[in-house]
């Protein structure tokens, strides 16, 4: 069974950081993209930031740039966010996507993380 597990989310404070993992199994992990996408309370679901596994190509949203750094682990078939100087805007429920390379469209996503920024 394909499987996509995000976890790491919690509460921080302005400021603060924050590292997302998402565990993927079920699916040849280096032929895929991993995206991070995100929604907040009364908004639509955005995407943050995602890797293509096999390259390491990358891309951010503006929001985040200089912010959260992506990065893969083809050994443990996971891919981390890591979040620093965190802003009540980035409150969100995270998640994780999985699709080819040659489409846009995402064929796999699992469960998110909530991630709260507040004081």
């Known amino acids: 069974d394909v499987q996509l597990q995000a976890f790491g989310g919690g509460l921080v404070q302005p400021g603060g950081y924050l590292r997302l993992s998402c565990a993927a199994s079920?699916?040849?992990?280096?032929?895929?993209?991993i995206g991070w996408f995100r929604q907040a309370p009364g908004k639509e679901r955005d995407g943050v930031s995602c890797?293509?596994?096999?390259?390491?190509?990358?891309y951010y949203t503006n929001s985040v740039k200089g912010r959260f750094t992506i990065s893969r682990d083809n050994a443990k078939n996971t891919v981390s966010l890591q979040m620093n100087n965190l802003k009540p805007e980035d409150t969100a429920v995270y998640y994780c996507r999985a699709r080819r390379p040659v489409t846009p469209v995402y064929d796999f996503w699992g469960q998110g993380t909530e991630v709260t920024v507040s004081s």
């Open positions: 890797i293509k596994i096999r390259d390491g190509d990358i």
């Open positions: 079920g699916f040849t992990f280096g032929d895929y993209v």
